[in-house]
């Protein structure tokens, strides 16, 4: 090989390997002037809120020599703990808007004037009948929901013995749970 040649190959890799490095520099990446920076803010908002669910509160059949008795389970389920409130129950369709005797509910057999009959009855904080559970600003149920954001309470109802003028037949009432948070 003679020198001019073996020149040749060396200028011919100096020149490939500069238009290499070139073209890596053109296309790596381009030149930036410089940096902004800025906070971006992220929040998040808790509301409080419960919802209400009961069971169904069921006399069976009426027990006319003793009374009746009945229980439901009135469940909360809030988004967080100790959210304080109140759950009011109202006076049925027939107990009229503000419950402070006792019995002042009524279920109804579906009749109209002379068929209509009804079976008075009243529903309790607790199982002994003393405490009345209704709208009023002593008769509703304090509350605050737990670490669990939940709470359940018994709601007790009683049919007194011997009501008179009852026609057979189906009763029911529709009592109107309201929770306050």
């Not at 008795?69 to 369709?93: E, F, H, K, R, Y």
């Not at 709470?151 to 109802?157: G, I, L, M």
């Amino acid at each position: 090989m003679s020198i001019l040649s073996s020149r040749c190959s060396v200028l011919t890799a100096a020149l490939i390997g500069s238009t290499l490095a070139l073209g890596s520099t053109l296309i790596s990446k381009p030149a930036f002037a410089g940096t902004a920076t800025n906070n971006l803010t992220v929040s998040a908002s808790v509301v409080a809120t419960c919802s209400v669910n009961t069971t169904s509160m069921a006399f069976g059949n009426y027990d006319k020599v003793n009374g009746s008795t009945a229980q439901s389970t009135v469940s909360l389920n809030c988004s967080s703990p100790n959210i304080p409130g109140t759950i009011a129950l109202d006076g049925g369709g027939f107990g009229g808007s503000t419950i402070t005797n006792n019995p002042s509910r009524a279920l109804n057999n579906g009749g109209t004037g002379p068929t209509l009959s009804l079976i008075p009855y009243q529903i309790y904080k607790d199982a002994a009948g003393t405490a009345i559970w209704a709208s009023g600003p002593t008769t509703t149920q304090p509350f605050t929901s737990d670490q669990q954001s939940t709470a359940s309470f018994t709601a007790h109802s009683k049919i007194a013995a011997n009501v008179q003028g009852t026609a057979v037949g189906n009763y029911t009432d529709t009592v109107i749970v309201t929770v306050t948070y």
